[in-house]
């Protein structure tokens, strides 16, 4: 599980370089009797760090492609004391990798269509000796060397330049991926047998010019461009069996990519025209899914039968349920740290210090999901103006969800903020606690553990305390916690509570009696 959402699986951190590890990959080593997955807080963390991960194994089958940076196929080299050297001498049909397929499609993003996936001959070991030395002239030995030392370098992609330039590449380190014969002979094999291939010949405007002093707004600028609004538009043609609006696009694709540079834009009622001809790809909206479960990823979607990507995600669907096992109450985990004194007051203030928490974050969530209620009923409003066909109600509904999309974007923006104060604060509690932290460890997990909350205070508090328990209550391993160094000033104004970060004060909460009591005490 450490592995598949990322991180390297190491037993023994604590070395000088190693970097620690997270809280959440921290736990899963330190658990021993594999329960700890179904520990609330555990459970949501993981749901969030394998929400992206679950989506491309749903859309794209969890397929990884080899990556490459493009190399040249220049070489320079001392035989009979001469220098010979060479460069674009490769055919332009072929390139050199280091993969063992034959054959293979370059990959370069952005891909408008399939005919950007360049068929290659893949050339290779004594193939390339002959052909050096029957055109250069080379001795054997020298041809060995060149191959071996120049040509066919790990993780580079060698093609003539003329090559390179037909999916838009050069030599400044341009990444690729490979489609290789191996793994994929009927796609590769399909793409060599094309015959008609739309061309799109780009005619690129003069270079734009902007003033040193504008370079800000220029990169703002970017911001705005419709790439990704149009390569979905293109998917859910795609999804329609729409590949004649497919191809409409690719020239309206080009024209944005060059924006920047050149001042071109894509036809913006030509992209509306499209839009409404083709049926929205639901799994598209899926993208941004924050966690696994029926909201952020429905079991099931009503997709077209042209919609290959859509069935893949459903027939994979209900195996990712299978996957992430249900979460059990904070209760059932109330014996994992034991064996500690614990004091009175040690539990006293554990109970103070856990209100003040929940009442914080039931105000944060309670903001956000109203936000998030907005955004869902505008989103439901567009689906039902595009089923009735109204095309004078799509463009208000359409509006009216996009200003709900950006209140609610900088609602959770909100919301992250206020919740990184919470918990430095909480941290900052904890890390005030020098004396017995295993102890007030305890104290607040038996506190915790007889709410029906997740229990995330006691990761926020006592980390390093919290791993080390469930090492040695489970027999894993036991690893360095590594602790964001996140420090906030408490203010108080009134009967409220806020955050400061440098010159930024932010409302936190309204304090209730239990919050000043907590105030008046620290």
Not at 367 to 391: I, N, T, W, Y
Request: glycine share 8%; with cysteine; net charge neutral.
């Amino acid at each position: 599980m450490v592995e598949l959402i990322g991180h390297e699986v190491r037993q023994d951190n604590e070395a000088e370089g190693e970097e620690f590890q997270r809280v959440v990959e921290a736990a899963l080593l330190a658990d021993g009797s594999g329960e700890i997955t179904r520990h609330p807080y555990i459970h949501t963390q993981l749901s969030k760090l394998m929400a992206h991960w679950a989506y491309k194994l749903m859309t794209g089958g969890g397929v990884e492609l080899p990556a490459f940076a493009l190399a040249d196929d220049g070489f320079l080299v001392l035989q009979g004391g001469k220098v010979l050297c060479g460069a674009d001498w490769m055919p332009l049909s072929a390139a050199i990798t280091t993969l063992p397929a034959k054959r293979g499609l370059c990959v370069r993003y952005p891909v408008r269509m399939k005919e950007d996936l360049l068929p290659l001959e893949h050339l290779q070991g004594e193939q390339l000796m002959v052909q050096l030395m029957a055109q250069f002239g080379l001795d054997a030995e020298i041809a060995d060397q060149v191959v071996a030392d120049q040509l066919t370098l790990e993780g580079t992609y060698t093609l003539h330049s003329e090559t390179a330039k037909r999916n838009g590449g050069d030599y400044d380190f341009d990444w690729v991926c490979v489609i290789d014969e191996g793994r994929f002979p009927r796609f590769v094999e399909s793409r060599f047998r094309m015959e008609h291939e739309h061309e799109v010949t780009k005619t690129k405007a003069g270079r734009a010019k902007s003033p040193w002093f504008s370079l800000e707004f220029v990169a703002l600028k970017s911001r705005g461009n419709q790439i990704g609004a149009i390569t979905d538009l293109m998917s859910s043609c795609v999804a329609t069996g729409r590949d004649d609006l497919l191809y409409e696009l690719v020239a309206e694709l080009q024209l944005e990519i060059d924006s920047l540079k050149h001042n071109t834009n894509a036809d913006r009622k030509k992209l509306q025209a499209i839009r409404q001809q083709v049926f929205p790809a639901p799994w598209l909206a899926l993208k941004e899914a924050k966690a696994i479960n029926d909201q952020e990823l429905p079991l099931s979607l009503d997709v077209l039968p042209t919609d290959r990507i859509g069935r893949l995600y459903n027939i994979l669907r209900k195996h990712i349920e299978e996957l992430v096992e249900k979460p059990f109450p904070i209760e059932q985990f109330r014996g994992l740290i034991t064996g500690n004194a614990v004091t009175g007051p040690m539990f006293a203030e554990s109970r103070l210090i856990n209100s003040v928490y929940a009442a914080g974050h039931g105000m944060i969530q309670a903001k956000l999901s109203l936000e998030q209620k907005a955004h869902e009923q505008a989103a439901e409003r567009v689906a039902e103006a595009r089923r009735s066909g109204d095309r004078q109600r799509i463009p208000a509904e359409q509006r009216a969800f996009a200003k709900a999309k950006a209140r609610y974007r900088r609602a959770q923006e909100q919301a992250r903020d206020q919740a990184a104060s919470l918990q430095s604060i909480i941290r900052s509690w904890g890390d005030g606690k020098q004396e017995d932290r295993v102890g007030w460890c305890q104290a607040l997990h038996t506190v915790v553990s007889r709410g029906k909350g997740m229990g995330s205070i006691l990761f926020h508090a006592f980390p390093q305390e919290v791993i080390n328990s469930i090492a040695a209550r489970t027999g894993g391993i036991r690893t360095q916690v590594q602790c964001p160094v996140q420090r906030v000033r408490v203010v108080v104004e009134s009967d409220c509570l806020y955050s400061v970060r440098g010159d930024r004060k932010e409302f936190l909460l309204r304090m209730d009696s239990v919050t000043k009591q907590i105030v008046r005490d620290r």
